[in-house]
C-alpha cells in the first residue's frame, strides 16, 4: 500500500510538474511573442517615419483667394520661353552655349529654369514650349540635370525654382497613352484642360504648356504620384520660399508628323511660300 501511494504521489507530482512546465512554456511563448509583435510595430513605425506621408493637396483654395484678389481669371501673358535643360529661360534669345559648355558647375547644376519674377507676375502667364526629346531625358534622368537633382517642391501648386518638366510629370503627364486626369490643376474651370492627346505606341510630340504665376505659400506639401516624390519646404524648417509659386493652367499636344521619322529634326522644317 505504501508503494502505491508513494507511486500515486510521484505521478501526481510529475504530472503537475509538467503542467507547469508547459504554462511556462506557452507563457515565454507568449512573452516573445509579444516582443515581437512589439519589434515589428517598431520597425513597421520606422518604415512608415521614412516613407512619404499620403497628403491631400487641393490648389482650390490658392486659386480661389488669387481670382478673389486680383478679379479675373488670367489674361495676360508674359511670353513665350523655350525649355532648355541647362539655361535659365530668356523672353530675349541671349545664346549663352559656350559660356555654359565652360563651366562644369552649370552643367551639373543649372540655375532653375524660370528667370526671377516680381509680384507683378501674379496671376499672369508664361508659356513654355517642350520637345519631345528634352520629355523623354526628363523620364531617362538623362541630359536632364533639374530632373536628376530632383528640384520639385510641392503639389499643384510649385516653388518658381521647380522643374517645370518634372512638374508636369508630378501632374500626370506620360509618354504613354497612360495620363491622369487633373494635368492642369492651376485652372479653376477645368483641371485637365489639355488640347490634343499623348499618341500611342510611344509615338513622338512636342508641347506648349501655360504656367500660371501664384502667390508664395508658406509651406509646400511633400507628396508621392506618378512615379515622382516632391520634395517639402517650409514644413520641416521655418525658413521661407523667397520666391513665388506656379501651377499648370493649360497643355497643348502636338504630334509630329511620323512621315518625316527618318528624317533629321534639324531638316525637318516647313517651309511657307509667300505668293
Known amino acids: 500500500m505504501a508503494t502505491d501511494a508513494y507511486d500515486l504521489n510521484e505521478a501526481y507530482r510529475q504530472t503537475q510538474s509538467q503542467i507547469y512546465n508547459l504554462q511556462e512554456t506557452i507563457l515565454n511563448s507568449a512573452k516573445h511573442s509579444g516582443s515581437a509583435d512589439e519589434r515589428s510595430a ?25 481670382l478673389n484678389k486680383y478679379g479675373s481669371a488670367p489674361r495676360e501673358s508674359l511670353g513665350t520661353l523655350m525649355y532648355h535643360a541647362y539655361k535659365t529661360g530668356s523672353f530675349e534669345n541671349n545664346d549663352d552655349e559656350k559660356r555654359l559648355l565652360d563651366d562644369p558647375f552649370a552643367v551639373s547644376m543649372p540655375r532653375p529654369f524660370l528667370p526671377a519674377l516680381s509680384e507683378d507676375s501674379i496671376n499672369k502667364l508664361i508659356t513654355i514650349r517642350v520637345f519631345y526629346e528634352d520629355l523623354r531625358d526628363s523620364f531617362n534622368h538623362s541630359n536632364a540635370p ?32 497612360f495620363n491622369g486626369t487633373s494635368r492642369t490643376p492651376a485652372n479653376l474651370d477645368n483641371q485637365d484642360f489639355v488640347q490634343g ?20 505659400l508658406e509651406q509646400y506639401a511633400s507628396v508621392e ?50 505668293w
Open 146 to 177: 533639374r530632373a536628376r537633382n530632383n528640384e520639385i517642391w510641392g503639389c499643384q501648386v510649385y516653388t518658381d525654382d521647380s522643374e517645370p518638366l518634372l512638374v508636369l510629370r508630378h501632374c500626370g503627364l506620360s509618354l504613354a497613352d
Open 42 to 66: 517598431r520597425d513597421l513605425q520606422m518604415v512608415a517615419d521614412r516613407e512619404p506621408q499620403t497628403t491631400e493637396v487641393r490648389s482650390t483654395q490658392v486659386l480661389e483667394y488669387v
Open 197 to 216: 492627346a499623348v499618341p500611342p505606341d510611344n509615338a513622338p510630340f512636342d508641347l506648349e504648356m501655360d504656367l500660371l504665376i501664384l502667390p508664395r
Open 225 to 274: 504620384q506618378y512615379g515622382v516624390l516632391s520634395r517639402s519646404w517650409g514644413v520641416d524648417a521655418p525658413t521661407p520660399h523667397d520666391g513665388l509659386s506656379y501651377g499648370i493652367y493649360e497643355i497643348r499636344i502636338a504630334t509630329r508628323d511620323t512621315s518625316t521619322r527618318n528624317i533629321d529634326q534639324s531638316d525637318q522644317q516647313q517651309i511657307t511660300l509667300k
